[in-house]
């Protein structure tokens, strides 16, 4: 369901137009987190609680419960909230992620409760978990595993890499690089703290976890091969395309994205939709920093490569789509495609004002990166996203908030 596509730099979520390639920063390696937090802010929590009040219909009274998290923040600067005030940040947080098109299913995100896990191998095992649970075969489930929170004096731990899948790009004696070029930062980052890459490197070798705990250096987990599902992509017409030997991951599960709820912030949450056909298609596999591999497509296919005006890029891009779109079908691994996740998020974006609610959205991120006028969503504005909004998802706390991808907001 194409949840969050959401991302960007430090603490206050500000408006850096950074590329809308993936939800994580470009070079996708997170500074450390600092020390963990203050007290929990009162006020923030009062706001919580009378959403989630207004919203739901809680067993406890408002009042009561509000007495309760002040004494509780008062004596410990801290405080616990129940799985029910869990599920419903967790969800609201999704709902208000304005770069995500496939916000209609925000309601159904299954929230799985790890707040007693901060031990960096715990939580890799947790990870794991994570990924066999939402994966299901390629019956994709929305899900996010909440580990424990940042209190006063005492960080929550952190995830590194900015999906719990990601291939590696790995630097050549040649100077080239095999496999996502996007990831060279965090694959050299992995090699430094002991993680020994395939040999001969691949061009999709999943990277591995890399997880610390407070001021440590991240320790490095593999993820077990069987629970990464991957799908090898062919081409509903040409059958040459198997012989590119491609493949992609089959969930997208965003890690380094704090979640921030009623004040408390649990900076580990990992959270998967599934994959919308373009993010792959025209995106991952094709933008230039990527795998760039528009070129080598459109040699196959026999295009006119002399000029930009013969579209060659254009008519290659979609058959790259389709290709992706045709693999996760035939393999029966869900996928969204755009022109239905168009009028799903005009269907969400007319309930939310139907509930009193805002529905800020970004356009630029909401807006598919192939065939854009064709989708109704491309034919009018949204809400304008607040970055005050909670709960949310924070952009991760990384180095790379400064550095901006070369194609802009808009690609
Ligand atoms: N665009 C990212 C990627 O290609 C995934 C972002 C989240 N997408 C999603 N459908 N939940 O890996």
Request: proline share 9%; glycine share 6%; hydrophobic share 35%.
């Amino acid at each position: 369901m194409t949840v969050a596509a959401t991302r960007d730099t430090a603490t206050p979520a500000p408006h850096i137009p950074t590329s809308r390639c993936a939800v994580s920063p470009p070079s996708a390696v997170t500074v450390s987190p600092g020390t963990g937090r203050g007290a929990v802010d009162p006020e923030a929590a009062v706001a919580f609680l009378t959403q989630f009040y207004a919203e739901t219909s809680p067993k406890t009274s408002f009042h009561s419960r509000l007495r309760d998290v002040r004494r509780e923040i008062a004596a410990t600067g801290s405080y616990h909230q129940t799985i029910e005030e869990l599920t419903f940040g967790a969800r609201v947080a999704w709902r208000n992620s304005a770069r995500c098109i496939g916000r209609l299913y925000w309601n159904s995100l299954r929230v799985r409760d790890r707040r007693e896990i901060d031990e960096p191998g715990q939580v890799a095992q947790e990870c794991v978990e994570h990924l066999r649970d939402a994966t299901r075969d390629g019956r994709i489930r929305s899900t996010i595993t909440i580990f424990a929170a940042d209190r006063p004096g005492r960080p929550g731990p952190h995830i590194h890499n900015d999906q719990l899948i990601r291939y590696a790009g790995h630097r050549l004696p040649s100077g080239d690089v095999r496999g996502d070029r996007q990831y060279v930062a965090l694959t050299d980052r992995a090699v430094a703290l002991g993680w020994s890459p395939p040999d001969p490197p691949g061009r999709f070798d999943v990277l591995p976890l890399l997880i610390s705990s407070g001021e440590a250096d991240p320790q490095v987990f593999d993820i077990p091969p069987d629970a990464v599902l991957e799908v090898p992509l062919r081409h509903p017409d040409y059958p040459w395309f198997a012989e590119l030997r491609l493949r992609w991951h089959a969930v997208p599960a965003i890690s380094n994205m704090p979640l921030v709820i009623g004040g408390i912030t649990y900076p580990a949450t990992p959270f998967n939709g599934w994959y919308l056909g373009t993010e792959v298609g025209a995106r991952n596999l094709t933008d230039a920093h990527r795998y760039d591999l528009l070129p080598v497509l459109a040699q196959c296919l026999g295009l006119d490569r002399s000029s930009d005006r013969t579209m060659w890029r254009d008519r290659a891009l979609v058959e790259m789509v389709r290709a992706v779109q045709h693999s996760f079908d035939e393999a029966g691994v869900t996928m969204a495609d755009h022109h239905t996740e168009s009028e799903r998020f005009l269907l969400h974006v007319a309930r939310e004002r139907n509930a009193g609610r805002r529905c800020p959205a970004d356009w630029s991120w909401i807006v598919p990166p192939v065939s854009g006028g064709l989708t109704q969503v491309f034919h009018r504005y949204y809400d304008e996203p607040d970055p005050d909004a909670r709960p949310a998802f924070l952009p991760a706390p990384t180095a790379a908030a400064v550095a901006v991808q070369p194609d802009g907001a808009s690609a």
